[in-house]
């Protein structure tokens, strides 16, 4: 079975940083794409970034520049690092894993509960 666990979010006034971080139990995390997707009141979850098991990396427009994914497979952990804050990046973030595997891919989907990251201006 497969937990994910999101922690590092909060307040950060705009122009700062945080670092999000997303701990997986299970044994199928250095064979999974991992992502962060985020969500704005009343709005849809939209792709924030994703990394594949072999490291190659994706990002939406918004956050180009701004904001790295990274993967530590020995810890079974995806982080997501967010610089230059902007008010519009306040949001529910959640962490999403992607199987390889077609079997354990028909278990998912795979979610985290989600955490709060709020930009004050």
């Known amino acids: 079975q497969v937990q994910l666990v999101e922690s590092g979010g909060g307040v950060v006034q705009a122009g700062g940083s945080l670092r999000l971080s997303c701990a997986a139990s299970g044994s199928i995390f250095s064979t999974s794409a991992m992502g962060w997707y985020r969500q704005h009141p009343g709005k849809q979850r939209e792709l924030v970034a994703v990394?594949?098991?072999?490291?190659?990396?994706n990002y939406a427009d918004s956050v180009k520049g701004r904001f790295t994914i990274s993967r530590d497979n020995g810890k079974s952990t995806v982080y997501l690092q967010m610089n230059s804050l902007k008010s519009e990046d306040t949001a529910v973030y959640y962490c999403?894993?992607?199987?390889?595997?077609?079997?354990?891919?028909?278990?998912?989907?795979?979610w985290g509960q989600g955490i709060q990251v709020t930009v004050s201006s």
């Open positions: 999403n894993l992607d199987p390889n595997s077609v079997h354990f891919k028909r278990l998912g989907p795979y």
């Open positions: 990394i594949s098991s072999g490291g190659t990396t």
